[in-house]
C-alpha cells in the first residue's frame, strides 16, 4: 500500500513538473532578423520565409525542437490558433531544430501539427551555430536551448529583398502567454477573438534534450 502510494506521488509531482513553464511577455527589439530558406521536413522542397510571408496578414515563426517538454506545453495551443485563424490571414510556420529529422517528422504525426514546419539543426551539437541561436540571444534570450521560441512579422513591413526581413522583431523568448497572444494576434488580424483562454502556472521548467522523470520533480 505505502509503495503505490508512493509511486502515485511520484507520478503526480512528475504530471505536475510539466505543467510548469517559463512563459514570456511579447515585446518588440531592435534586432535584425534574417530572410530564411529551409527545407520542408513533409514533401519535400524548401520554404523561403519571404515568399511564404506573401498576401498574408501576419506571420508567426516558431522555433522548437520535439525532446523540448516546454514546447510541448505550448503546441497544442499553436495548433489551435492556426486552426481558429488561418482564414483570417494568420499563417504559423515552424522551425525544427536540435534533434534528428525522423523525431521531429514523429512529434509532427504525434500531435497532428497541421500548419507547415522546416527544420534549420539536426543534432544537439549545433546549438551554437545556428542561425536560431545568433538571433534570439541578440534579443536577450539567456536560455540555453531557446525552444519554443516565437518571431511575429507584419508583411507590410517586411523589406523586399536582402538579407533582412526586418530591422525591429516583435518576439517571444520564451513560451506564449496564452491571453497576451491570442489578444495580440486578433489586434493584428482585425477579428474578434474565438474565445477565452486559460493562462498556466508562470513557474519554470528548463527544457532540456536529456532530462529524467526524477530530474524534473520539483523540490
Known amino acids: 500500500m505505502k509503495f503505490l502510494l508512493a509511486s502515485i506521488i511520484l507520478v503526480t509531482a512528475f504530471t505536475?513538473?510539466?505543467a510548469q513553464n517559463e512563459q514570456s511577455p511579447i515585446v518588440e527589439k531592435e534586432i535584425a532578423y534574417k530572410d530564411w530558406t529551409y527545407k520542408n521536413l513533409k514533401g519535400g522542397g524548401?520554404?523561403?520565409?519571404?515568399?511564404?510571408?506573401?498576401?498574408?496578414?501576419?506571420?508567426?515563426?516558431?522555433?522548437?525542437?520535439?525532446?523540448?517538454p516546454n514546447w510541448k506545453h505550448d503546441v497544442g495551443f499553436v495548433q489551435e490558433l492556426?486552426?481558429?485563424?488561418?482564414?483570417?490571414?494568420?499563417?504559423?510556420i515552424g522551425v525544427g531544430e536540435?534533434?534528428?529529422?525522423?523525431?521531429?517528422?514523429?512529434?509532427?504525426?504525434?500531435y497532428k501539427i497541421a500548419y507547415p514546419n522546416v527544420y534549420e539543426s539536426e543534432n544537439l551539437t549545433a546549438r551554437l551555430t545556428?542561425?536560431?541561436?545568433?538571433?534570439?540571444t541578440q534579443a536577450g534570450d539567456t536560455r540555453k536551448w531557446g525552444s519554443p521560441w516565437y518571431v511575429f512579422?507584419?508583411?507590410?513591413?517586411?523589406?523586399?529583398?536582402?538579407e533582412f526581413l526586418t530591422k525591429s522583431?516583435?518576439?517571444?523568448?520564451?513560451?506564449?502567454?496564452?491571453?497576451?497572444?491570442?489578444?495580440y494576434i486578433v489586434g493584428k488580424l482585425g477579428v474578434s477573438a474565438g474565445g477565452g483562454v486559460a493562462i498556466k502556472s508562470t513557474e519554470?521548467?528548463?527544457?532540456?534534450?536529456?532530462?529524467?522523470?526524477?530530474?524534473?520533480?520539483?523540490?
Open 169 to 183: 522583431t516583435t518576439l517571444v523568448n520564451g513560451e506564449l502567454m496564452r491571453a497576451e497572444a491570442e489578444k
Open 46 to 68: 524548401e520554404t523561403n520565409l519571404r515568399q511564404f510571408a506573401i498576401g498574408k496578414k501576419l506571420v508567426m515563426v516558431v522555433y522548437w525542437a520535439p525532446w523540448c
Open 98 to 110: 536540435y534533434d534528428s529529422t525522423g523525431k521531429m517528422k514523429d512529434f509532427i504525426n504525434q
Open 82 to 92: 492556426h486552426t481558429k485563424y488561418a482564414k483570417d490571414g494568420l499563417a504559423v
Open 16 to 18: 505536475f513538473s510539466f
Open 204 to 219: 519554470v521548467e528548463i527544457c532540456e534534450p536529456d532530462k529524467k522523470a526524477a530530474e524534473l520533480i520539483k523540490p
Open 130 to 136: 545556428t542561425t536560431h541561436y545568433q538571433q534570439r
Open 153 to 162: 512579422l507584419d508583411p507590410k513591413t517586411i523589406e523586399t529583398a536582402g
